[in-house]
């Protein structure tokens, strides 16, 4: 996600303490768990991440160092497809590889030949036994950036998310806004793509940070974090043309504790 990642849809993930953008969030800590299955057992799980840019993808990795194979044995991912698009999210797919992961290991593959890419596809096929779950750590590719820079879209505005409203105001690098849910403010840096922002409400008492990535589409998807600890998916859409949201950043901040001059010189 620091790199401009970001899941644009999912099969499903068992709650908010195995969200699926911990496959992508660089911290084995955390892990992806599928969802709950179905009357007939175990499915095949997919995965749609667009990158921030189109690549030249040379080495891929699957981790499951970390997950709960103990509780559940056979439960890291064992075979999955790769397949790669520089057309769009939902088409023109060219197979990269089928790889298998390691049980209790992290596991790298070396491409035959560079692939380009801004999508990303990921199937997983079989697990390593489990009747009911699969997890996995972390997904990783490598390459290099090629063609021109990439266009992000404009940021400023009101997102619908699942914790309410959300508005973002980006000036540069600098970043601040507000959401309705607990009047809370928001602050941080941002390329335009990748918002690494803290969270303050209830009066300042609560603050925390989240890593939230804006697609191509206008899709904010992210995790949020209190004391370090992860605690959950934080994602919504972009709301086009002027909206009215029950909060704005100015107040918010000085609802936290800001003070006038604090919020000027951010």
């Known amino acids: 996600m620091k790199n401009g990642g970001v899941?644009?849809?999912?099969?499903?993930?068992?709650?908010?303490?195995?969200?699926?953008?911990?496959?992508?969030?660089?911290?084995?800590?955390?892990?992806?768990?599928?969802?709950?299955p179905g009357p007939k057992g175990w499915t095949p799980q997919s995965f749609v991440i667009e990158l921030d840019r189109e690549y030249e993808?040379?080495?891929?990795?699957?981790?499951?160092?970390?997950?709960?194979?103990?509780?559940?044995?056979?439960?890291?991912?064992?075979k999955l497809r790769f397949s790669a698009s520089t057309e769009s999210s939902q088409s023109g797919w060219q197979p990269v590889s089928l790889m298998e992961a390691a049980q209790f290991g992290r596991k790298e593959k070396i491409l035959d030949k560079p692939v380009r890419a801004r999508w990303l596809k990921i199937e997983i096929l079989s697990n390593y036994g489990n009747k009911s779950y699969t997890e996995i750590n972390e997904l990783e590719a490598y390459g290099k950036p090629v063609g021109d820079e990439p266009h992000y879209i404009d940021p400023n505005g009101v997102y619908r998310t699942n914790y309410q409203l959300l508005k973002l105001q980006v000036d540069g690098s600098r970043v601040t806004g507000c959401y309705e849910l607990d009047k809370g403010y928001v602050h941080g840096t941002t390329n335009g793509r990748v918002f690494d922002i803290e969270w303050i409400e209830h009066k300042g008492e609560e603050r925390g940070r989240a890593l939230l990535v804006l697609s191509s589409g206008g899709g904010l998807n992210g995790l949020w974090y209190h004391e370090g600890i992860m605690k959950g998916p934080w994602f919504g859409?972009?709301?086009?043309?002027?909206?009215?949201?029950?909060?704005?950043?100015?107040?918010?901040?000085?609802?936290?504790?800001?003070?006038?001059?604090?919020?000027?010189?951010?």
Not at 239 to 245: D, F, K, P, S
């Open 57 to 78: 993808l040379s080495r891929l990795a699957v981790d499951n160092r970390e997950i709960d194979e103990k509780a559940y044995p056979g439960v890291s991912a064992h």
């Open 237 to 266: 859409n972009k709301l086009q043309g002027q909206h009215t949201i029950d909060c704005d950043p100015v107040s918010a901040a000085i609802g936290v504790g800001f003070k006038a001059d604090t919020i000027v010189h951010q």
């Open 7 to 36: 899941i644009l849809a999912h099969t499903g993930q068992y709650d908010k303490e195995f969200p699926v953008n911990a496959m992508i969030e660089g911290n084995l800590l955390n892990y992806w768990a599928s969802g709950k």
